[in-house]
């Protein structure tokens, strides 16, 4: 248990200390501020990606393409933007079409003497 405690606290500290880093990156070089920052959220996701499994690996992917969706409906409504490409996928995700993607409804029938 003290392990455990020691890892959920270390992880929390060091994603602040991340969030504060990327802040200051952006800030400072803002001519590269888009590919090194961007690079370094990206890393991250996709390692935590990786450790999430089935419902928890489903609800982030919805979440992800529910966000990416909106910042693409967003920016295009802004004059001067082009249409986003696959901007919306995390990195190393491949589009998905499978069936367990897919959300099917039961059908219900109705039976008439």
Known sequence: MRDF???????????????IQQLESAISDASQ???RTT?????VTGATNEQLSGVVKDAFNAGDR???GMVNMIFGALPGQSPP??????PGAQPTTSAANTTTRPT??????
């Open 33 to 35: 501020q888009t590919n």
């Open 66 to 68: 529910l966000q990416s």
């Open 108 to 113: 219900r029938s109705t039976v008439v003497d």
């Open 85 to 90: 490409g696959d901007s919306n996928l995390t």
């Open 5 to 19: 405690l020691k890892s959920t606290l270390r992880f929390s500290w060091v994603m602040s200390l991340f969030g």
């Open 39 to 43: 690079t370094a959220f990206d890393s």
